[in-house]
Each structure stands twice: as structure tokens, then as C-alpha cells.
């Protein structure tokens, strides 16, 4: 009999510590989100180097919350310390609580909460531009600078999300994270959003890499209905072949410049130029290679998991996420906008050289915003070919984007 | 935050967002046409330095044919062969892009374009186009930020 007892209160002890009994409602849906996230990573392919660990990080942290858990600290008797090791004294600081002796025992924290420091010391953002830097040509914007300008004006995007949140009673630290959301650009408002306002760095990332995805969807309509069919024709000039020399000067004259002018950008633009001047340089293939591959692959991983776990449900499932995921939409189409509008602006003072479709290429989210400017413009004229002249603006975006976080941090930071 | 507060706070954020951010890619635009005419001034002294050195240096006939399937014959001629012979139907603009590619291919003022001719069209289907395109396309990301 006593063998049956001891045999069930183990088993009702293992069900007690189950997620069945510890988890709530909050973290069966956060689940089910994670399981549709998983869905459009792999079979929609939306972002999937990305939004696949980001689900998955999602659906572990739901399943086994202390995976995030952070050290701890426990308390146990002495005596019974002793007792459970055969005598042996424990080598712990003591601290004395009602008259008995307590070893103070350091537990260690969940898998992820090490891995996420990386994120929350800013360290896996700035690593990951130093890969898109050893992967991004800049030629298409050496050759034409003018395209820094449609970079420039896609971060419209940012402040007026930022109005938009502060509006919506978002603190300020919050509305600027909320706002970079518009810079399209998952490291950046990781980075941005990790500085400011750590506690919304889940729904933010889910926010901003659900709608990079989206962007094929969400630019298009807009860049249609700001431009007239004559626009969306116009055939751009070929672009002048851009020397080796010229390549490789941008990257350290772009650190040096931005740099000193705007210091808080310097981690994400320092990087990204560092990983540009790797591949242009020639003289680093190795470590170009390991930049753009494995180290970029698994910062990739850590990243995206440890993202994916800050959406618990607690956190997650709240009206400020709705709130967060409808301003980030507003930001993509603020951004677009300011974009194609400001490439109006310069098609009509070029007298028509420029067609007002790259604009849109300026929100960053390389190189996809780019192949849509392509696509839309294509659609009006098959023999047009967009695709370098927007990854002009495109990686103008990028330093864009970088350059708005710097101002955003230096502000409210 | 009362909202004469909030109000206070976009506008400082808009404004000095706005115009820290135009005022820094503007700067790197100037920046980068400035360093950029300058490289290709030097480089295209440079390169008429190297054009007048081979001319001294090298006066005598080579006649070097280079076919490589494409439209283009072009020879290292004689100083007396100077006549170029373009196919009928083949525009200035064309000529002008072949003659620039080359002597980017080449380098050395001393080539210059004799024959200009139609070659058989590609068999080469529009998906193989672009199939090609794809595969030629320098940039190599997907889609990671």
C-alpha cells in the first residue's frame, strides 16, 4: 500500500510540474500562434531564415517557460543539505533566517535567457549587419548617390509612427521603438527596441519581420495609387560601372562620417561597413565567407529564438500588441509612401529621369522592397528593368534606417 | 504625458529626425560624388598617360583578331587602319556601347573597334534568359533584414 501511494504522489508530483498544470489559456494560444507562424515560414516561405526560429523560440518559451527564467538563487537548511550529500559540507554562502543556517545555492537560468543576452547587450544585431554588409554590392548607390535622398525619405515611416504611438499613450522610449518599425529593418528595430523598451522587443520583432514578408503585399496598392501609369514607365539611364577604388573607399568614409556625426549609430554602421569592406577589399575572402555564412547563420539562430521567446503569453497577448502590429502596418505604408513620393519629387526636378517606383525600395527590407519596385514596374513596361537602380535606394535605406535609430536612441535613449 | 506634451515631443522627434537624417545621407551624397569624380579624373589621366606612353612605345603593326562569338571583331590595328565597318542597321548608340565596352574590357587606347557585325540570335529561350539573369544577379541576399 505504501509502495502505491508513494508510486501515485510521484506521478501527481510530475503532473504538478508538467506544462499541463503550470502553463495558462495565454500560453496555449501564444502556441497555436507560433504553430501558424510556423505554417507561413514554411509553406507561405514568409521570411522563413527568420520568422521559422522566431516561432519556434515562441512555441518553447510557451511550452517551458523557464527557459527564459533568469539565475536564481535558493535557500536550503544546512543540515538538510548535509544530510541529502552524506555529510559533505556544501561550498555556498550561508545566511542566517530565523535562527538556522541556510546555504544560499546559485541556480543556473533557462537556456535562452543566456542566449538572449545577446540581444538585450546589443551584440547579435550589430553581428548581423556586419553579414549584410559582406553580402550588400553599394555600387548601384556609388554610382548614383542621389538615391541616399529616396533612402532619407522612407524613414518618414518612423516619426510618423512615433506620433502615431505616443498618441496611442506609448511612453516616448516606446514610440520610438514602435516607429523604427518603419525602418523595415528587423536588426535595426531589434537593436532600437532592446535599448529602449526591452519589455515590447517580442510583438515588435514579430510585428516588423511579419511585415517585411508582407512587403510584395503591402507596397504595391500604394505605390500604385501615388503614380500615374506614365511614371511607373519611365526607363532609367544605365548606371556607370563603379571602380574598385570607389567601393572600397565608401565603407570607411561612410564610418567616418556617420561616426562621428551621429556616435549612437556607430555599432549597426560601423559593422555593416566592416562587413562591406571585408568584400570589397578582396584581400579578407576567408573572413568575408565566415561573415556572410556561418557567423551571420548563427547569429541568425540565436537571434530568432531568443526573439521568438520574449513573446509569452503574458507579454504577447495584450491590447498594446494589436496596437503595435497596426502601427507597425501604418509605418510600412508611411515609409512607401514618403518613398515613391519623394521619387515624384525627383522625377519631375530630373525632368522625368527618375522613375518614382525605386522610392519605395528606400524602407530598406533588402532586397525584396527592390525586386517589388521591379515587379510594379515591369507590369507597365515589360522591357524596364528597375531592379539596380532601386537597390540604390534600397541600401540607402539601410544607412537610412541606421542613421534614424541612431537619432531616436540619442533622443529618448 | 498631457498632450501638450505629447505634442511637444513628436514634433521634436519629427523634426529633428527628419531633417539629422536628410542632412546626413545629403552630406554622404556630396561626399561620395566628390570622391568619386575625383577617382575617375585621376584614373582617366592615368589612363590617357598610358595611352600616349603605348602610342610612343609601340608603333609598329599588330594585327591581332579577337573573336569571341559575339558582334564584335576588334583589332590591334596600324596607325593607317582606321576605318571602322558597321553592319547596315546597326545604330551610333550601339556602336558607341560596343567601343566603350571594349576598350573598358581592354584597357589600352591602341584597340580599337574595325568590324562591327550582326551575329546569329541566341537560342537561348526567354526562361533561359532569365534563368541567366537570376544566376548572374550580383546581389545574393535573401531576404535577411
Redo the contacts between chains.
Keep these: 500500500m505504501n509502495i502505491w501511494n508513494e508510486f501515485l504522489s510521484s506521478v501527481i508530483n510530475i503532473f504538478k510540474t508538467s506544462g499541463f498544470a503550470t502553463n495558462d489559456w495565454r500560453n496555449y494560444i501564444m502556441i497555436g500562434i507560433a504553430c501558424v507562424l510556423l505554417y507561413l515560414a514554411i509553406k507561405k516561405e514568409f521570411?522563413p531564415?527568420?520568422l521559422l526560429p522566431i516561432a519556434f523560440g515562441m512555441l518553447l518559451v510557451n511550452l517551458f517557460p523557464l527557459i527564459m527564467a533568469p539565475p536564481d538563487t535558493t535557500l536550503q537548511l544546512v543540515s538538510e543539505y548535509m544530510t541529502a550529500h552524506g555529510g559533505a559540507a556544501g561550498n555556498y554562502a550561508t545566511v542566517m533566517l530565523n535562527g538556522e543556517q541556510y546555504y544560499q545555492i546559485p541556480q543556473v537560468g533557462g537556456l535562452f535567457y543566456y542566449l538572449y543576452q545577446g540581444v538585450k547587450l546589443g551584440i547579435y544585431p550589430p553581428l548581423?549587419f556586419l553579414?549584410?554588409g559582406a553580402?550588400?554590392?553599394f555600387?548601384p548607390?556609388?554610382s548614383n548617390?542621389?538615391s541616399?535622398?529616396l533612402?532619407?525619405?522612407a524613414?518618414?515611416g518612423?516619426?510618423?509612427t512615433?506620433?502615431g504611438a505616443?498618441?496611442l499613450g506609448f511612453?516616448?522610449k516606446q514610440a520610438?521603438a514602435i516607429g523604427i518599425i518603419g525602418g523595415a529593418?528587423?536588426?535595426?528595430a531589434i537593436f532600437v527596441t532592446a535599448k529602449l523598451a526591452p519589455e515590447l522587443l517580442g510583438p515588435i520583432a514579430v510585428a516588423a519581420y511579419s511585415y517585411?514578408?508582407l512587403v510584395p503585399i503591402i507596397q504595391p496598392p500604394i505605390m500604385r495609387a501615388l503614380t500615374t501609369k506614365k511614371e511607373r514607365s519611365i526607363v532609367m539611364e544605365q548606371l556607370r560601372?563603379?571602380?574598385k577604388?570607389?567601393k572600397i573607399?565608401?565603407p570607411i568614409?561612410?564610418t567616418i562620417?556617420?561616426s562621428l556625426?551621429?556616435p549612437d549609430a556607430c555599432p549597426l554602421v560601423g559593422m555593416l561597413m566592416l562587413g562591406n569592406l571585408f568584400r570589397e577589399s578582396g584581400v579578407v575572402g576567408r573572413i568575408s565567407n565566415t561573415a556572410q555564412n556561418e557567423l551571420?547563420n548563427i547569429i541568425?539562430i540565436f537571434l530568432g529564438v531568443t526573439v521568438g521567446a520574449t513573446a509569452t503569453g503574458e507579454v504577447f497577448l495584450s491590447i498594446k500588441t494589436i496596437q503595435i502590429v497596426v502601427l507597425g502596418l501604418l509605418a510600412f505604408c508611411f515609409g512607401t509612401a514618403g518613398g515613391v513620393l519623394f521619387g515624384k519629387i525627383m522625377c519631375h526636378a530630373t525632368h522625368g529621369k527618375v522613375n518614382p517606383l525605386i522610392g519605395s525600395a528606400g524602407v530598406?527590407?533588402?532586397?525584396?522592397a527592390?525586386r517589388v519596385a521591379q515587379k510594379v514596374g515591369q507590369e507597365e513596361n515589360p522591357g524596364n528593368f528597375l531592379?539596380m537602380h532601386a537597390?540604390g535606394p534600397n541600401v540607402?535605406g539601410?544607412?537610412?534606417s541606421a542613421?534614424?535609430a541612431g537619432?531616436?536612441i540619442s533622443?529618448?535613449g | 504625458m498631457s498632450i501638450d506634451q505629447k505634442v511637444q515631443l513628436s514634433l521634436i522627434v519629427l523634426l529633428t529626425g527628419l531633417v539629422i537624417v536628410f542632412a546626413m545621407l545629403i552630406f554622404l551624397t556630396y561626399i561620395i560624388k566628390g570622391y568619386s569624380a575625383t577617382i575617375r579624373s585621376i584614373m582617366s589621366k592615368n589612363n590617357s598617360k598610358k595611352a600616349d606612353t603605348a602610342i610612343d612605345t609601340k608603333p609598329e603593326k599588330e594585327d591581332v583578331k579577337v573573336n569571341e562569338s559575339s558582334d564584335v571583331s576588334y583589332e590591334v590595328p596600324s596607325e593607317q587602319s582606321t576605318n571602322l565597318v558597321i553592319e547596315e542597321g546597326i545604330p551610333e548608340e550601339v556602336v558607341a556601347a560596343i567601343s566603350a565596352a571594349v576598350y573598358t574590357m581592354y584597357g589600352t587606347s591602341t584597340n580599337k573597334v574595325t568590324h562591327i557585325r550582326r551575329s546569329v540570335q541566341s537560342n537561348r529561350s526567354a526562361w533561359g534568359m532569365a534563368g541567366l539573369l537570376d544566376s548572374t544577379r550580383p546581389i545574393l541576399m535573401d531576404g535577411l533584414f
Design positions: 521570411e531564415l527568420l548581423i553579414g549584410i553580402m550588400t554590392d555600387g548607390l556609388i548617390p542621389k541616399f535622398l533612402g532619407a525619405a524613414q518618414l518612423i516619426f510618423m512615433f506620433i505616443i498618441f511612453t516616448g520610438g529593418d528587423g536588426p535595426t517585411m514578408a560601372p563603379v571602380s577604388l570607389e573607399l565608401f568614409i561612410v562620417i556617420v556625426l551621429l551571420m541568425t530598406s527590407a533588402v532586397p525584396m527592390a531592379l537597390m540607402a539601410v544607412i537610412g542613421v534614424a537619432v531616436l533622443i529618448l
